[in-house]
């Protein structure tokens, strides 16, 4: 049978490159994900991840292997690892978006001590995608996914592809690709036994094969078999608002009928199609609505943990409100895309690259990761369409000819998209994805057509730039997306981008940043965060945010009357300066009208330098009731510093993280943007954080990592500025 060890714990770091000789003092103790080096948020140099590193890991197997092969498991290791195992050397697996196993077995040793060795080279190597060219994002360095180690027969499944098939006829079926190897010397004659059923439950019952499936394996050699279960009873869809989940088991059995091996897959019943008239999910219209991510956390370069994968993908959903996430520009973590199934988001995943495209080799890696990319990730649901190309390159026939015909061969369930920037450009794929940076959208020359980027560079907006600029750039979003929704042909528009990111010194700000995002570095929403979220429906949840910091002197020439937007999914909206009513607002259809929640601009709020400024009060209204409200004070005085922990509790594994968030604001809970103070944090408990402790607070607001250590307790961050009241929040390490 099959045995799996998470192999996180227990690394020793090593930032140089050094030889199996040197001693174990030399390094430091580090658990993975690992980042190769903590980072300020901003205000560094690309170079100073860019080394090469060295980990260290001392194992004893804690099962005998009886005959199995061992498998070491990485997930990614930015940018290329040479792995050594008691002093053998294997090739250096290039490329940090996609995973590689490595069979040690013949290296081990059996009933003693191991060394594994990885040398990480996180340098920008032009021999490997996105490298070559200038790249507007940051890849950061070091172990920085999951390493797993799996005993496996040596016959035993490499893999398993669950595909749904008419699942909207009323004879859904499933065609299950079972891919079998077998490293031994010996022919074997092996049987296959499939069962499934809704992820909650125990039991695989909704269905399994009648009888065993025969299969002979010739020695060293894989196969691939297809088993098809067919009279299944009614299945229930995976959509997103109930993204039910099946999960399925693959028993293989040897020639004694004795299982000697098992795995377990979760897959969704789903029917993704774009036509030329949209995209289609599970046979209805659904127009989509998304943004781009890239993995690029603060301080931590993409070295996050699962927690903070998935909170991305939640953030995302929950906070945003949108309905599709392009994973700009590789493939991502499993974590996300896991949160992603779990909670009806759509995917669009791609391959890495950025501009450029190298030569034959490079090319080849190119199409490895295609290859990558679908193998690791063809069970997802929510993966609706993979991207091909590199994103933004110029026509290669040759090249995209392939991809696409590799995608298509390894998964002909789904459509391939590749992402180009220029029209008239070849159109090999399925689906023409295309970033429009019109600042409007082109009328499409192919369909099916989805923007897959707009606003990005053409705007920059910082959470502390002056109101109208924030204004506006949420306006920039607000009028793409109605205009997406006002064509024929358009089956949505993904934005640039959801998240502020690092980048290199040709992109961004000049410290770092690409301020691009419609939430900063920190996943702290500036305005353009509520163009997304005020579109979602009011049953799920009433939005009104007031676009305005209510302060007349932060807008150009002085002004009296101030257009203030408020950005909300209510019917109407009643406004008050001070306990003097204004009126009822409506949503502003004639700008905007495609958009189901127009933002309301309220006009003629007459301010006044002879009287008193007064607190601006907005009352949202549905079906004639009031049901949310939110106040700006007018006096712009800091009032609260407040702090938040995403998680009440966290693992107490030595990575597991939570986001702990500070704020500075008006004393109706607004944070103040220009509130620029110094906080300084201290931990009291066996937890430590990642960032700064002394935060100079840019746009009101900020946030660093609370990390566990390998102790249980509580852990309080106590938060302290000069003139307001300390605040604290309490973690607990479990
Ligand atoms: C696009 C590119 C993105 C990002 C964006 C900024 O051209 O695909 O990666 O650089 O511009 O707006």
């Not at 993995?295 to 409100?321: S, V």
Request: proline content about 6%; hydrophobic content about 35%; aromatic content about 10%.
């Amino acid at each position: 049978m099959r045995s799996t060890f998470p192999f996180n714990q227990g690394w020793l770091y090593c930032a140089q490159q050094v030889a199996d000789s040197a001693p174990d003092s030399s390094f430091v103790a580090v658990t993975v994900p690992h980042a190769n080096v903590i980072l300020p948020y901003h205000n560094f140099d690309d170079e100073e991840y860019q080394f090469v590193s060295t980990y260290r890991k001392h194992f004893t197997l804690t099962e005998p292997l009886n005959g199995r092969r061992a498998h070491l498991e990485f997930e990614g290791v930015m940018t290329a690892a040479t792995v050594r195992v008691n002093g053998h050397t294997f090739p250096e697996h290039r490329g940090g978006f996609v995973p590689f196993t490595l069979d040690i077995t013949d290296y081990l040793n059996e009933s003693g001590d191991n060394l594994l060795t990885v040398v990480v080279d996180s340098t920008e190597r032009k021999d490997i995608p996105p490298f070559g060219h200038t790249v507007d994002y940051l890849v950061f360095g070091g172990i920085y996914r999951d390493v797993t180690l799996k005993l496996v027969e040596t016959a035993y499944i490499d893999n398993v592809f669950v595909k749904p098939r008419d699942v909207l006829t009323g004879a859904p079926y499933l065609e299950v690709d079972v891919t079998l190897r077998n490293v031994g010397a010996q022919k074997r004659d092996l049987s296959i036994y499939v069962a499934y059923g809704r992820e909650e439950r125990a039991e695989q019952s909704d269905g399994w094969t009648p009888s065993p499936y025969a299969v002979s394996l010739e020695p060293e050699s894989t196969q691939t078999v297809t088993i098809t279960l067919r009279d299944l009873p009614p299945v229930e869809l995976w959509t997103p608002v109930h993204p039910q989940l099946y999960r399925m088991v693959v028993h293989l059995s040897n020639e004694q009928r004795a299982t000697q091996d098992r795995k377990w897959v979760r897959f969704g019943f789903r029917e993704a199609r774009f036509k030329d008239d949209g995209f289609y999910l599970n046979g209805e219209r659904m127009q989509l609505v998304g943004l781009n991510r890239h993995q690029n956390f603060p301080f931590i370069g993409a070295a996050a943990p699962a927690r903070l994968q998935r909170k991305d993908a939640d953030i995302l959903k929950d906070e945003l409100g949108v309905n599709i996430v392009r994973t700009s520009h590789y493939p991502q973590s499993p974590h996300f895309l896991d949160r992603c199934d779990e909670i009806g988001l759509l995917v669009f995943e791609e391959i890495p690259g950025w501009q450029h495209i190298g030569d034959e080799d490079w090319q080849a890696l190119a199409l490895r990761d295609v290859r990558a990319m679908i193998e690791r990730d063809h069970n997802h649901p929510s993966i609706i369409l993979w991207g091909v190309r590199i994103n933004e390159s110029w026509d290669n026939t040759q090249l995209y000819t392939q991809t696409n015909a590799l995608a298509r061969s390894l998964d002909p369930t789904r459509q391939t998209g590749g992402v180009r920037f220029f029209l008239g450009s070849e159109f090999l794929e399925d689906v023409y994805t295309f970033n429009d940076f019109s600042n409007s959208i082109v009328e499409p020359e192919h369909t099916p057509h989805l923007v897959t980027e707009y606003n990005g560079h053409m705007f920059p907006t910082k959470s502390w730039d002056h109101d109208a600029r924030r204004v506006e750039h949420a306006l920039r979003h607000a009028r793409i997306q109605d205009r997406a929704r006002g064509m024929g042909g358009v089956s949505g528009a993904i934005g640039w981008c959801a998240f502020d990111y690092n980048t290199h010194r040709e992109f961004g700000a000049g410290d770092r940043i690409c301020y691009h995002g419609v939430m900063d570095i920190f996943r702290l929403p500036k305005y353009a965060a509520y163009a997304y979220l005020s579109q979602t429906p009011p049953q799920n949840k009433p939005v009104l945010q007031i676009a305005s910091g209510w302060k007349a002197g932060d807008y150009d020439e002085g002004r009296t009357i101030l257009p203030v937007r408020v950005f909300t999914n209510c019917d109407y909206v009643e406004a008050y300066v001070g306990d003097v009513p204004q009126g009822k607002f409506y949503p502003d259809r004639q700008q905007f009208p495609n958009l189901p929640h127009p933002p309301v601009l309220l006009t003629d709020l007459e301010i006044s330098l002879a009287q008193p400024w007064n607190d601006l009060r907005v009352v949202g209204y549905l079906d004639g009731k009031a049901v949310i409200e939110q106040s700006v004070a007018a006096d712009g005085v800091p009032a609260r510093l407040e702090i938040t922990a995403d998680d009440a509790a966290i693992k107490a594994d030595g990575i597991d993280m939570t986001r702990i968030s500070f704020r500075i604001t008006d004393h109706y809970g607004n944070v103040l943007p220009y509130a620029i103070a110094m906080i300084t944090l201290e931990v009291d408990g066996p937890a430590d954080i990642l960032g700064e402790t002394s935060f100079p607070l840019v746009g009101g607001q900020g946030a660093v990592y609370l990390k566990s250590r390998h102790t249980q307790g509580d852990a309080v961050v106590l938060a302290t500025t000069p003139r307001l009241h300390s605040a604290s929040v309490r973690v607990a390490l479990e």
